[in-house]
């Protein structure tokens, strides 16, 4: 299911929430529907901006104390869909919508590793990301 012609989507999921509710208020502006994990959700909620928690399309909760929030074939093949007809098709026999844009910026390797006394274990455990991509496009902001 495509959502080219449709509402826009963005997937949100930050560590950091610095401007996440100006954020919020342009794709609010866009019309662009808001899909958001744990406490992005609850943030954005809170400022009153329409906001679905992210187990909306995933059908399961958070588990593993927050650390497995998005890791479903719901979240993966809507980012991950191409325009093509065969995925296209794939998207719509499991009536899973393609995901235009995503935010996230998660845990802080870089301050976690430079810690004295830091251990693998902790290291491995938190890892950063920073995405922002529109679909079919370069990263722009919104």
């Known amino acids: 299911m495509a959502s080219d012609g449709a509402q826009k989507i963005a997937i949100l999921s930050v560590f950091d929430k610095t401007g996440l509710l100006d954020l919020a208020k342009g794709l609010q502006s866009r019309s662009i529907k808001m899909l958001a994990s744990g406490g992005t959700a609850r943030m954005i909620r809170e400022a009153n901006f329409p ?13 593993l104390s927050g650390r497995v929030k998005t890791l479903h074939p719901a979240v993966h093949a809507g980012i991950l869909a191409r325009d093509l007809a ?11 919508n393609k995901v235009d844009y995503v935010f996230c910026n998660l ?19 938190v890892w950063t990301v920073d995405l922002m991509f529109p679909r079919g496009a370069s990263s722009n902001t919104v």
């Open 51 to 63: 906001v679905e928690d992210i187990s909306s399309i995933t059908k399961a909760p958070e588990m």
């Open 86 to 96: 065969s995925d296209d098709k794939d998207l719509a026999e499991q009536k899973i």
């Open 107 to 125: 845990y802080k390797f870089s301050e976690t590793v430079a810690k004295i006394n830091v251990t693998i274990p902790e290291a491995v455990e």
